[in-house]
């Protein structure tokens, strides 16, 4: 497959937009989609309802803004084996900084099989749709050099990171050097 497809796109999600206040995807079961129990795995179903939520969170922030999960909720009612199921997300309540979204799963006759709730951090995008993953990177530096104060900031493989504060133009209340605050304050290491 090649590299510049999204995970969404790896699993066959067919994305259809908003409708009726509510963004929607497709997913046409195949093999790879099933658990040992062959049934549709948890994890698929789970991932279509974050994807489905975030989207939605997304398009109710102006441009320039995104989101990342901060906590998903999912409740299971039925297995599905075939055929094709759809996930919608709806925004509920969006506040400065975080948003909270629900969604739902049915088959093809409508039945439930799982639906979801969600908390979404909202935050300045750090990547746009075809730029490089490496572009954070170009934001810590310029941060760590500029004289810019910069908001806390969310990215790809690193935790949310905020500048640390100096006090006094020699350092902080520790003794540590302006220096040193600056060489500790980015990168954080990736979670594993």
């Known amino acids: 497959m090649s590299e510049d497809l999204e995970f969404t796109d790896h699993l066959g999600f067919r994305t259809l937009g ?8 497709d997913l046409d079961l195949e093999r790879r989609h ?3 129990a062959d049934r549709a795995h948890g994890g698929v179903l789970f991932s279509m309802l974050d994807t489905a939520l975030g989207r939605a969170v997304i398009e109710e922030l102006p441009p320039g803004r995104g989101c990342a999960t901060v906590e998903l909720k999912i409740n299971y009612f039925r297995p599905v084996q075939s055929g094709r199921i759809r996930a919608s997300g ?18 093809e006759e409508g ?23 490496g572009i954070c990177h170009s934001v810590h530096t310029r941060a760590l050099t500029g004289t810019q104060r910069e908001p806390p900031m969310l990215c790809s ?13 020699g350092g902080d209340r520790h003794g540590r050097s302006e220096r040193t605050l600056r060489a500790t304050a980015w990168p954080m290491p990736p979670y594993r």
């Not at 925004?91 to 969604?103: H, I």
């Not at 039945?111 to 490089?132: E, H, N, Q, S, V």
């Not at 935790?159 to 640390?164: L, S």
């Open 34 to 36: 099933m658990s040992r």
């Open 157 to 169: 493989g690193h935790r949310i990171h905020k500048p640390r504060t100096q006090r006094g133009a």
């Open 111 to 133: 039945k439930l099989l799982a639906r979801a709730t969600g908390t979404f951090f909202l935050a300045d995008t750090m990547r746009r749709r075809g730029a490089p993953l």
């Open 18 to 25: 908003m409708q009726d206040g509510a963004f929607v995807i």
């Open 90 to 107: 709806r925004c509920v309540q969006r506040t400065k900084s975080l948003a909270y979204a629900e969604g739902d799963i049915v088959n």
